[in-house]
């Protein structure tokens, strides 16, 4: 089957409980061509919680790819996509926020597992201890509340017995549930709710991620004509508009077929053919 037309006309299912079929469906019917697209509402947070009470066992694709692959063993279908996420602190400036995305699509026609991962520093993710209402809610003025979710619990790290409270997005609930666990343990733990459903910055970075993944799964081998020709990695090296040096900024993609192992060097998708002097080291040292 030609690379092009893998997908068109199949029936496509989400593995979510959290309404991630708004971010993802969209961009791959428009691009894939797929026939329709369902949920199959299976449990994905025994995968792993992000509040605590599951400990995700798999790494972040691995776990896409199992809720993908549970949700075609539930559902019967043949064409299942599920994404995870992780929230971790950026390497290059510890006190921003990574938010990593990773979204598989699993093809039960001819075994395939395609993934894509997708990484922004545009996260809305924070967390606090507080010993009173008060500083409770000087946490909560600080954050994009009530559009982003809150979750409460006595501590930090979740612990068996403990009582969890998400998608908290009115502020009487939160100041009632706030004094119940002061009153209870001294203490509380409050933070975002990262379920995509809860926290619309999430959910614009799954939207971005199936966007770009469906150009790639549209993108086949100009060898094998297998779908999904996927970029492996960026090449540094473009050069300077002023001096000719070349920069650390992409002057080419390199792709992948995984099927055939084909490789191929290929222009820059925006077309950019020189950078700016003020990324160029040698222009500015």
């Known amino acids: 089957m ?18 991630k079929e708004r971010a993802i469906g969209p961009a791959l019917r428009a691009r894939l061509g797929v026939a329709e697209v369902r949920v199959a509402a299976i449990d994905t947070e025994r ?18 790819e199992a809720k993908a692959r549970a949700a075609l063993a539930e559902s019967g279908g043949e064409l299942a996509i599920a994404s995870e996420g992780s929230f971790v602190p950026y390497p290059a400036a510890p006190l921003l926020t990574l938010d990593e995305e990773w979204l598989v699509l699993v093809d039960a026609r001819d075994g395939r597992a395609h993934a894509h991962r997708h990484a922004t520093l545009d996260a809305v993710f924070a967390g ?27 501590r930090e790290h979740w612990r068996t017995g403990d009582g969890v409270h998400k998608g908290i997005v009115d502020r009487p609930a939160l100041e009632r549930i706030g004094r119940e666990l002061l009153d209870a343990h001294g203490e509380l733990w409050v933070e975002t709710d990262l379920r995509a459903h809860c926290n619309p910055t999430r959910m614009r970075a799954i939207e971005r991620a199936a966007s770009a993944f469906a150009e790639e799964l549209a993108t086949h081998c100009p060898r094998c004509d297998a779908p999904h020709f996927r970029v492996l990695r960026s090449l540094p090296g473009l050069p300077c508009s002023e001096c000719g040096e070349p920069t650390e900024l992409a002057r080419a993609l390199e792709r992948r077929c995984d099927p055939c192992g084909h490789l191929a060097e290929v222009a820059r998708p925006d077309g950019l053919r020189a950078a700016d002097a003020a990324q160029c080291g040698a222009c500015n040292p």
């Open 47 to 64: 995968f792993g919680a992000f509040s605590g009470e599951v400990t995700r066992a798999l790494d972040p694709r691995a776990a896409a």
């Open 2 to 19: 030609a690379g092009a037309d893998t997908f068109r006309g199949r029936p496509l299912i989400v593995a979510t409980l959290h309404g």
């Open 128 to 154: 606090r201890r507080c010993e009173s209402l008060e500083a409770l809610l000087e946490f909560v003025a600080l954050q994009p509340f009530p559009e982003h979710a809150l979750v409460l619990r006595p």
